[in-house]
């Protein structure tokens, strides 16, 4: 179902063709990077520290060295030392010796599964034997676990040149960055509330759960140069990483993009891919290295536990006057945690006068934390969303109504940046109210309702694109954004639209580092957007070009030409006949030659993104497990291209929401071990888990943006955590301040109720 | 050097002879000495089904099972569910319901999907996600999947999908249920 506010009328976008990469991905035959080989390729495994925090005395490696088969060892000792400072590297700023000491352990193991050493042998089992051979001498220091540790005074300190602003340069912290954001006078503004509601909430450490773990496969020649074969999101950003981490110029670097097997934020960084090189540069063979399930669970970047401190105000007629938050959130072992996205996000989606917002971002002995989907906004949203819900039922007012009064629309101030343009938030809350979920009646014992809403800023950044036209009159759309989600088949329908083509004639293709131009991660919702805004101007540079020839080929201007339904044709008749592109492509050689159409964007004006999520539970009152009975998500699409793959965004990140709401966490025990190192124990929803799943696209363009795009990928995944609260909320009267809500822990707090409610009746007899 | 064993079995329709190491699980052998990358691993512990294989008519995951226990075994992979160039009925429904966003889960969700369907001509959509409820997928949230499989078995139903290797007789969902998920006995 979609609520189009689009005008246009076009042929091929919003259409459902089958994408272009699809044969091969049902056939067995699409390439992910596990699945290339080489000839005389070695295989690399990778030594991790058992310990979540020690000094690391020494490393050695000789009865390793010398197993049969065994061609490679290397430690930290093998890479450069980099400077420990920040440098800007693609969409943010990183610290490369962090990044090179999350590579390999320098000096220190500062997470369970830390890498401390890799190995390459003729056989994966040989590589495994000889980690057994490595003899690692550790001195044991306490683990810190949690934000709360972490920042206590005399708190044992992870990175001893850690410093902040606020403690200066002298103090040893664990705090490594502290960020507030204001407006108005929340004192004042508490005073006008009729209605506080204040909570504190947490958050567990997730993972992104993409089931294709992380690999690469390097190969280092002769010559200095390196080719690196993965599955990543950004292969310029691999290629940079690399660069930086090995000391090897970026321009004899080559990174070739293998399919890949899901990322939602979680491959937008290095582990492997430099480790394959330096295996490679050493033995002079390509080298594969693929993570098993528990080192991508134990050491590759999981999102942020947090806890977050959420008070909010309003009149009694449900106006919202007043906000205040704390976050701290988990950076993992190295600084960089999303907690500036969730302070920048966590009460966005409405119009208050005063807010003050505190934000902590704390380095712990855990793995450092990457980007997922969304990143730092759902922890937030989980606070804020819950709070919202309070507070609508202390006004006496309905959850959706209450949305609607204080919704942030066009020119409302954003938390940081200037006022919003255009956005759908309103329409996500009204399509809910006009949907039959909503209109249907939930009836039963120890069922509830419960709505949330989420918002997102999306990213534009860098994307180049080429549109080759061949002699046959068919398209190739070259891009270098690696397609994750069907992305490639939304690339060749621009193209088809803009030049008039049929779908199945335009062939997208992903290519290496050296065949297109600079091209950002697949990551913020931005392909679509900004590497379809690429993919439109290309295609339309090609279409000026073809109108030149088609000009020339009738002896007139090319603004005499017209073109329209795929047909070339003068803009005023004089007996020239009207020509397709499949009839002008073999005349290209004698008008001039080959055509190819090309763009590169830096994208401004991106469209963030709103999602509102119904949803409908059932608890088992004797156990406390959760059942999701229906679920309902609205969304502003922008427009979208290929509304097949726009659901399919939708339903995936509504889908990891539940699951990060009701069982997803990492168990560390006392030690600062990780306990549920398999996808046994790290519960994500199967399909029993999850009904149907209903999605309402709701379309508001984007401003600016040549089709009106808005990016869909990430949105999704921040209501549902806080909807499904809600919910339980309403079949059982217990708020949940804490996730995962799992069935021990509802429990609980479903057992703390009812003893509260006995005593009370015991106190009235 | 751990000696390797001479193993002979069915896959794909076709006899192979090949060699491995008593300790190379199935999904190995057909990874790296059979170059039959189409099976994935995400997990080898047999927790998220993108190694799914059907041998001897059960749905099995490869990583859970030796190579050299597929001695004398029928064993169909995802490259072996097309006849030639015609897809078979769900590759072409996941295609068409856009079933697949990253596709890695695809292969193993395909023949635990044949596995019923082989079974259970005429699944409820019940049927299909406790058939299903093995396979782990991230991207979709299984709604396009489930939306699939129900359009395939409507073909299959009619007559219409067969799958190559043997069409196996008709039987009643609990038959078919107990049959895919075995008797308690182990494969041998």
């Known amino acids: 179902m979609a609520a189009s506010t689009n005008g246009h009328d076009y042929k091929v976008i919003g259409t459902r063709p089958i994408r272009h990469d699809g044969v091969d991905k049902v056939t067995g035959r699409a390439k992910y990077g596990a699945d290339y080989s080489f000839p005389g390729m070695l295989f690399g495994k990778v030594l991790r520290s058992p310990h979540a925090h020690a000094l690391i005395k020494s490393i050695k490696v000789d009865k390793a060295r010398a197993l049969p088969g065994v061609k490679a060892v290397v430690t930290s000792a093998d890479l450069p030392e980099l400077a420990d400072k920040m440098e800007a590297a693609g969409e943010q700023a990183i610290n490369l010796a962090h990044l090179s000491a999350n590579i390999l352990a320098r000096g220190k193991a500062l997470y369970d599964g830390h890498a401390i050493a890799a190995v390459a042998a003729t056989s994966s089992h040989i590589a495994e034997e000889a980690l057994r051979l490595i003899e690692v001498e550790y001195e044991l220091l306490p683990p810190v676990m949690s934000v709360e540790d972490a920042m206590k005074p005399g708190a044992p300190v992870l990175l001893p040149t850690l410093r902040n602003k606020e403690d200066g340069p002298d103090k040893e912290t664990n705090v490594a960055a502290h960020m507030q954001f204001k407006r108005g006078d929340v004192a004042e503004g508490f005073k006008a509330a009729d209605f506080v509601v204040e909570r504190e909430f947490k958050t567990a450490m997730v993972h992104q759960g993409y089931i294709e773990p992380h690999n690469a496969v390097g190969i280092y020649s002769a010559d200095g140069h390196a080719t690196i074969y993965c599955s990543t999101q950004g292969t310029f950003v691999v290629r940079s990483l690399c660069s930086a981490v090995l000391g090897i110029a970026e321009g004899k670097i080559k990174v070739v993009p293998a399919e890949i097997g899901g990322g939602f934020g979680g491959k937008t960084t290095v582990y492997l891919e430099p480790l394959s090189v330096l295996l490679s540069k050493i033995t002079g063979h390509p080298v594969k290295l693929v993570m098993t399930r528990g080192e991508v669970l134990r050491a590759t970047g999981p999102t942020s536990g947090s806890t977050i401190r959420c008070k909010m105000g309003a009149t009694k007629d449900g106006k919202l006057v007043a906000a205040q938050c704390w976050l701290a959130y988990e950076a993992g072992a190295y600084p960089g945690s999303p907690v500036g996205a969730g302070a920048m996000t966590i009460v966005t989606p409405y119009n208050i006068p005063n807010i003050l917002i505190d934000a902590y971002d704390v380095v712990v002995n855990r793995p450092k934390t990457a980007a997922y989907r969304a990143p730092g906004a759902t922890n937030a949203a989980m606070a804020s969303e819950t709070v919202v819900d309070e507070l609508a039922e202390k006004c006496g007012i309905d959850p959706l109504e209450f949305r609607l009064k204080n919704a942030s629309a066009e020119g409302t101030p954003q938390t940081v940046g200037p006022p919003f343009k255009r956005i759908g938030f309103v329409e996500t809350v009204e399509a809910i109210k006009n949907s039959p979920h909503y209109k249907s009646k939930l009836t039963g014992p120890n069922r509830g309702r419960g709505v949330a809403s989420g918002f997102w800023f999306n990213v534009g950044l860098q994307s180049s694109a080429t549109v080759n036209i061949h002699t046959d009159g068919t398209v190739s759309v070259v891009t270098g954004s690696v397609d994750i989600g069907g992305t490639r088949a939304a690339q060749a329908m621009i193209a088809a639209e803009v030049l008039g083509a049929d779908i199945n004639d335009v062939r997208p293709i992903v290519a290496d580092t050296d065949s297109i131009g600079h091209t950002d991660v697949t990551g913020g919702s931005r392909t679509a957007f900004a590497t379809g805004w690429a993919v439109y101007d290309a295609a339309q540079d090609a279409l000026r070009q073809l109108k030149e020839r088609v000009a020339k080929t009738w002896e007139k201007k090319p603004e005499e030409v017209a073109f329209a339904n795929g047909l070339f044709s003068p803009v005023s008749g004089n007996g020239v006949k009207p020509m397709t592109l499949k009839q002008l492509a073999p005349r290209l050689a004698r008008t001039g030659g080959p055509i190819v159409g090309r763009a590169t964007v830096n994208a401004r004006g991106v469209g963030p993104a709103f999602a509102t999520t119904l949803v409908d539970v059932e608890v088992d009152p004797d156990t406390g497990k959760v059942k999701i009975l229906r679920v309902t998500v609205a969304q502003d699409v922008g427009k979208a291209i290929h509304p097949a793959y726009v659901e399919g965004q939708m339903q995936g990140g509504t889908a990891q929401g539940i699951g990060w709401a009701l069982n997803e966490e990492y168990f560390y025990d006392e030690k600062g071990v990780l306990r549920n190192t398999g996808l046994l124990d790290y519960r994500m929803p199967t399909c029993l888990d999850l009904p149907e799943m209903e999605t309402i696209m709701v379309e508001v363009p984007t401003p600016g943006h040549p089709l009106g795009i808005r990016g869909v990928g990430e949105v999704p995944i921040v209501p549902p955590p806080a909807a499904v609260a809600n919910a339980i909320y309403r079949a059982t009267g217990v708020r949940m301040l804490e996730l995962p809500m799992s069935p021990p822990r509802l429990m609980k707090a479903m057992l703390k109720k009812r003893a509260a409610g006995d005593s009370q009746a015991a106190a009235a007899d | ?188």
């Open chain 2, 1 to 188: 050097m751990v000696k390797k064993v001479i193993v002979e079995a069915t896959i794909n329709g076709d006899p192979v002879e090949l060699l491995c190491e008593p300790r190379q699980s199935l999904l190995e052998v057909l990874r790296d000495e059979l170059e039959l990358t189409g099976s994935k691993e995400g997990c080898l512990t047999g927790d998220c089904g993108a190694c799914t294989v059907i041998v001897d008519s059960r749905p099995v995951c490869s990583c859970l099972m030796l190579g050299v226990e597929a001695a004398g075994k029928n064993i169909t992979t995802v490259e072996g569910l097309a006849t030639g160039a015609t897809l078979h009925v769900l590759q072409q429904k996941f295609l068409e319901h856009a079933s697949l966003q990253c596709g890695i889960c695809t292969p193993g969700f395909l023949m635990s999907a044949k596995s019923l369907l082989d079974h259970n001509p005429t699944p409820t959509e019940a049927d299909i996600r406790y058939a299903l409820a093995g396979n782990l997928c991230r991207c979709t949230g299984y709604d396009k999947i489930v939306k699939a499989v129900i359009d395939a078995a409507k073909h299959v139903a009619d007559g219409v999908g067969t799958t190559h290797h043997g069409k196996v007789p008709r039987k009643s969902a609990s038959e078919a249920t107990r049959d895919m998920l075995g008797k308690g006995e182990e494969v041998k």
